[in-house]
């Protein structure tokens, strides 16, 4: 079964740093590129970064820049997020998504992993 | 960045009617768009990528289509599973962006 399963999602104090992991299964993970998709509580769905399937290339969301730093280890089939300087307008949802070959849309996700910034 | 703006905000529909959503590009996203559904507390899934390819398992009761800057999603017949909230996504530029979503309640 195609699958991304996300953890490290926590309570975390502004300021403060959290590192956000996706576990891949069922499927080539390095064949396909990667992205980071976050949603806070009752809003919608707000992109947050995006790796290439070899990691060559990144792109970040501007309200991100400069913090948040996304990764991958194609060895170990895993996404990642290191996320610093958080601020209470972090606090969302996390999702992993997978980005369909070839077209651009997202089609696999994971149930997510909830992250709140707060003192 | 392109601003996608959807409409309506949110659309009461009886099950077994038709329900039409919007949704507007700032500038044109060509067929680089896409159509999530999300239920309460599960992540979103695609239904339809490239303006009007629906995507694996998909029912035909969903369509789309449009191009350019204007886009529908059309569900045939309301279904009690479908009351969701929908949201558009163009992948033509980078950043990628999304719509604010419509919400399909049960009227």
């Known amino acids: 079964e195609v699958q991304l399963v996300e953890s490290g999602g926590g309570l975390v104090q502004p300021g403060g740093s959290l590192r956000l992991s996706c576990a891949a299964s069922g499927f080539t993970f390095s064949s396909y590129e990667m992205n980071w998709v976050r949603q806070a509580p009752g809003k919608g769905l707000e992109w947050v970064s995006y790796?290439?399937?070899?990691?060559?290339?990144?792109y970040y969301a501007d309200s991100v820049k400069g913090r948040f730093t996304i990764s991958r280890d194609n060895a170990k089939n895993s996404l990642y997020l290191q996320m610093n300087s958080l601020r209470a307008e972090d606090t969302a949802v996390y999702y992993c998504a997978r980005v369909r070959s070839f077209v651009g849309a997202f089609d696999i996700w994971g149930q997510g992993t909830m992250v709140t910034v707060s003192s | 960045e392109i601003v996608m703006t959807q409409s309506p905000a949110t659309l009461s529909v009886s099950p077994g009617e038709r329900a039409t959503l919007s949704c507007r590009a700032s500038q044109s996203v060509s067929s680089n768009l896409a159509w999530y559904q999300q239920k309460p507390g599960q992540a979103p899934r695609l239904l339809i990528y490239?303006?009007?390819t629906r995507a694996t398992g998909i029912p035909a009761r969903f369509s789309g289509s449009g191009s350019g800057t204007e886009f529908t999603l059309t569900i045939s017949s309301l279904q009690s599973e479908d009351f969701a909230v929908y949201y558009c996504?163009?992948?033509?530029?980078?950043?990628?962006?999304f719509g604010g979503g419509t919400k399909v309640e049960i009227k």
């Open positions: 490239g303006a009007s």
């Open positions: 790796i290439s399937s070899s990691g060559s290339t990144i």
């Open positions: 996504q163009q992948y033509n530029n980078w950043p990628t962006t």
